[in-house]
């Protein structure tokens, strides 16, 4: 079953094209990252799946227009949108109510059952939890709610390393189940790695690379080149040199790994080597890594 | 799986919407106020503030009561109705004044507050439509408001009813003597001003609404600053005063049309105590003023409801 579906997804500010014409379709229980420099529309296209902004184009989410039934999609949907959204004079219990009163298919025994795991109190208020608790009790709220399609923006953003491990390895864990889907962007693309199932790159409005990880793990490859080899791993076209405590580093796509281990160690590279490889030297310049992504 | 551009299938994009969750249209309306009322608790003790000041007052000045009793010689024994009524209507006075403007600063930050603090973005991840989410915020100074002015008003009355029964019992004053206003008659009038002054103050409520929901910073300046400069504009360019003398009105005009203020005899009626009989419920209902100044109330209201759709976190 196809959850988002978009056809010429435009958005324009001013004299600033946010998304220009994106065509993108997301299947049902799929992790997909959509991964992009500031500016690059991440946020815009999020807005528009979640019946925040007005858009130009075709745009399904569950089979409804989220700019005309944002509130019906709602109840088929979650976001967390930035880290610090929850209202500060809220209490954790009141939190709960609220959510419980307006929400249909929110479970509360589950949010509760969430909370045992951490030191949040009901009686708190937002204001007087740390930064990751209030994650937590964000992320203990969405979990709670039977929703077919979870938005990430930024969830982790200025969370340390162990608050941003607990966050994700709750999402998988304790929410994912293969029929739900999550679309999550976030800069600290290293934290979702290994919890994506498809990846995409968005520049200047457009998508660049879209592919599942089990293809990007296939398609790319990472090789410290030996000095003598240089030259013959050069003749194969990297999209990405860089040097390295002296070593040649080389990114490759569509080159056979057995071709590549000849020239030295091969690894699959970081979600962000690709990024940068193809988005690193100023937004939109790699328009030939951009289009061989997305061939 | 997801497909990058130009790849997607030319099947029509179909309808694939789940089955309806069937949910009271009311309840989240329900739970809206109540989040309204967690979020501003000024809202009642503001009022309730009030309330305890003048209460505290009150009770002090019935000190002076047994002294006041015995300097009464006859034919001046029994005390006017006017002065008996005076502490019970300012007491109405005082809190509806406070509901006013505690409704004038929560519509001021209604829809800014919310953008203020980026928590739009937790409310707009809720199934709870903008409609009711504005409807929720103009039903507090609209109905809540007048509500609690109108239990609290009550409750304070009958406090100093039984206080100052008390105290002139303890002065082994005659029972006979009349010792408190008609007090139910002043509650009921009290009731009948609060759904005037709703009605009537409904376009200045969804004007503040509506402003909250608009500039970044500073609502209270764009709410109050372009009608006294249009005012001011209009006075220096024709010399006339149409504008202000609205606004006057806007304000205060409702005690004009909602009670006769001069009894059948001519004589003009003591607005500490208006009978019953003095109220005009269908003159005010029938006035133009009212019904335009509801027909912007909704205008706003509507203006509002875009707007709180379009605004994201400032």
């Known amino acids: 079953m196809t959850v988002i579906e978009a056809r010429g997804l435009r958005k324009v500010f001013g004299a600033t094209i946010a998304l220009d014409s994106v065509n993108l379709r997301v299947d049902e229980g799929r992790i997909l990252g959509l991964i992009g420099p500031n500016g690059a529309g991440k946020s815009t296209a999020l807005n528009a799946i979640l019946g925040l902004t007005e858009y130009q184009g075709e745009l399904r989410v569950l089979g409804r227009d989220p700019w005309l039934e944002r509130d019906q999609l709602m109840r088929d949907i979650c976001f967390i949108s930035d880290v610090a959204v929850l209202p500060r004079w809220m209490r954790v219990s009141q939190a709960l109510d609220y959510v419980a009163g307006v929400h249909p298919r929110f479970d509360r025994a589950k949010a509760e059952g969430f909370l045992m795991k951490t030191d949040i109190k009901r009686t708190s208020r937002v204001r007087e939890l740390s930064k990751g608790m209030v994650a937590q009790l964000h992320l203990a709220l969405v979990m709670a709610i039977d929703a077919r399609l979870l938005v990430l923006d930024e969830p982790t953003l200025g969370l340390d390393l162990l608050y941003r491990k607990q966050f994700y390895d709750s999402l998988l864990n304790d929410y994912f189940d293969r029929t739900r889907t999550i679309l999550v962007t976030t800069h600290q693309v290293e934290d979702v790695q290994y919890v994506l199932t498809d990846l995409m790159f968005i520049n200047r409005g457009r998508i660049v690379l879209a592919c599942s990880m089990e293809e990007f793990e296939s398609r790319y490859a990472e090789v410290t080149v030996r000095p003598e080899q240089v030259a013959a791993a050069r003749a194969l076209k990297p999209i990405r040199e860089r040097q390295v405590l002296g070593r040649s580093i080389l990114l490759f796509d569509h080159v056979e790994r057995q071709q590549l281990a000849a020239l030295g160690d091969v690894r699959t590279p970081s979600i962000a080597d690709l990024f940068v490889a193809m988005l690193g030297d100023g937004p939109g310049d790699k328009g030939s890594a951009a289009q061989g992504a997305t061939r | ?314």
């Open chain 2, 1 to 314: 799986m997801n497909t990058p551009l130009n790849s997607v299938p030319q099947s029509s994009i179909s309808s694939q919407a789940l089955e309806p969750v069937v949910v009271s249209e009311t309840r989240p309306l329900y739970w809206s106020i109540r989040r309204e009322l967690w979020e501003n608790r000024s809202i009642y003790i503001a009022l309730l503030a009030a309330a305890g000041v003048y209460l505290i007052g009150y009770t002090i000045s019935l000190f002076w009561v047994p002294r006041s009793m015995r300097e009464m010689v006859p034919p001046h024994s029994t005390p006017p109705l006017i002065e008996l009524a005076m502490p019970y209507a300012h007491a109405g006075m005082l809190i509806a004044a406070t509901a006013f403007l505690v409704g004038i600063f929560y519509s001021l930050d209604a829809l800014h507050g919310e953008r203020r603090d980026r928590s739009i973005l937790f409310w707009k991840s809720l199934p709870v439509s903008d409609l009711t989410t504005v409807l929720a915020k103009a039903s507090v100074p609209l109905v809540i408001l007048p509500v609690l002015v109108f239990v609290i008003a009550v409750l304070l009355q009958i406090v100093m009813w039984l206080e100052s029964g008390a105290v002139l019992l303890l002065t082994s004053a005659s029972t006979a003597t009349p010792w408190a206003p008609p007090v139910f008659e002043m509650q009921l009038v009290l009731l009948y001003s609060l759904v005037v002054m709703a009605l009537w103050h409904a376009p200045l409520y969804m004007w503040m609404l509506l402003v909250s929901g608009w500039p970044r910073r500073a609502t209270f300046l764009w709410a109050v600053f372009p009608p006294l400069a249009l005012a001011a504009l209009e006075y220096i360019a024709f010399h006339t005063t149409y504008l202000s003398t609205m606004l006057h009105r806007r304000l205060l005009g409702f005690d004009a049309l909602a009670f006769d203020l001069v009894d059948k005899n001519g004589v003009p009626v003591d607005p500490h105590f208006i009978p019953l009989a003095q109220l005009a419920p269908g003159r005010f209902l029938s006035s133009p003023g009212l019904w335009l100044g509801l027909l912007f109330a909704a205008m706003f209201l509507v203006g509002a409801i875009r707007l709180r759709r379009y605004q994201g976190p400032i």
